[in-house]
């Protein structure tokens, strides 16, 4: 099966950068994506990953290592709107074809 | 372009009662997902409908659930009857045949409380 894990939380004050790791085991695989989502609204789509390296989007990298099944999403420049969970997810193939999450990180950013 | 937009937000039944959630995804979305979170662990899929055929409902707890998606518009998810640990909150999510898994649009969810 899959499986995916993250810290559970992790604290940071403004301006700081902060980096979620994620590490994970499937069948197969086709990418790492990474999903914000602010309490009580809809998880929002931040980053997709299929190859190795870095993706740089504004404020926001992903990061992926294929070889180590291991990916990071790296907030820089943190404002307080950054508070929020954030998960990594993992397609696969096969029976790991549809999108798997992990349980998430509450990201609490400080003044 | 509207979001994915579900309903109730918010649900409060008792055990043995029956609940009905409504998805609507953004129109031409042919991809639907329903996905649930229970007590802050993983968001799990639960199925996915290609138009108005189920693709893959490998994530369905039991048969207490059931999911349709008529027309390939708009999509339901009934529980009959809850049980105590339905509760959490179920998500619904769209994409483009294009982008399949890899993208989601997800809606806000409707949280399900069960007494």
């Known amino acids: 099966g899959q499986s995916l894990e993250q810290p559970s939380e992790v604290t940071a004050v403004e301006g700081a950068i902060v980096q979620i790791n994620c590490t994970y085991q499937?069948?197969?695989?086709?990418?790492l994506s990474w999903y914000q989502q602010h309490d009580g609204g809809a998880p929002t789509f931040l980053s997709y990953?299929?190859?190795?390296g870095l993706e740089e989007t504004g404020r926001f990298s992903s990061f992926l290592s294929r070889s180590d099944s291991y990916g990071y999403l790296l907030l820089q420049e943190l404002q307080m709107k950054d508070s929020a969970s954030y998960f990594c997810?993992?397609?696969?193939?096969?029976?790991?074809?549809?999108?798997?999450f992990g349980s998430g990180t509450q990201l609490t950013v400080l003044p | 372009e509207a979001g994915v937009t579900q309903f109730p937000s918010h649900s409060v039944i008792e055990k043995g009662q029956t609940v009905t959630l409504r998805c609507d995804p953004i129109?031409?979305?042919?991809?639907l997902y329903w996905y649930r979170r229970v007590m802050g662990k993983e968001i799990k899929f639960l199925l996915h409908f290609v138009k108005e055929s189920k693709q893959d409902e490998s994530g369905m707890p039991n048969n207490r659930f059931l999911a349709e998606r008529t027309g390939g518009t708009y999509s339901t998810l009934k529980v009959q009857p809850a049980e105590l640990e339905d509760s959490g909150v179920y998500f619904c999510a769209s994409s483009q045949v294009s982008s399949g898994a890899n993208v989601l649009t997800f809606g806000a969810g409707s949280r399900l409380t069960v007494l």
């Open positions: 129109s031409g979305h042919d991809n």
């Open positions: 499937t069948s197969g695989f086709y990418g």
């Open positions: 990953n299929a190859l190795d």
């Open positions: 997810a993992v397609k696969g193939s096969g029976s790991a074809r549809q999108l798997t």
